[in-house]
């Protein structure tokens, strides 16, 4: 009889173990989908997608993200000149480095490098983007 609670209760913690299990896996990916922010350019040209290289996003490390450029029709967007500013407003300071679009992956999507977030709180990445020869901005706001 108690061999049979015994097992009982071996088979509860482990089911109770894989429901935890699967909770923490699929709370990490939520975590690596909702890490990807999308706005739209100031005079509404272009759709840009950020999304960090790799997460978690440490305060004090050097990373990379993938800087998605779309049109409306949501078509890719060649050749663009894309310059990178921002800091935390709040604190009248800039990025401790100087991040840069250096250009375009086989995939279509930009690289952006070098950034690098030197304390936790409010930041904003600004970036203007040149097509042609016209201009647009966007500003993403971060809470790192
Ligand atoms: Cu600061």
Redesign the pocket.
Known sequence: MQQIVRNHLIRRIFSIYAVLMSLLLNSALAENTDSAVTQVTQSQNYVVTLTPVSTPVEVGEIHGWTLTLQNREGETVNGAVIKVRGG?PH?G?GFPTHPVVSGQLESGDYLLEGLKFS?K?AWVIELNISVDGTSDKVRFNLDI
């Open positions: 935390m604190h300071h304390m709180g």
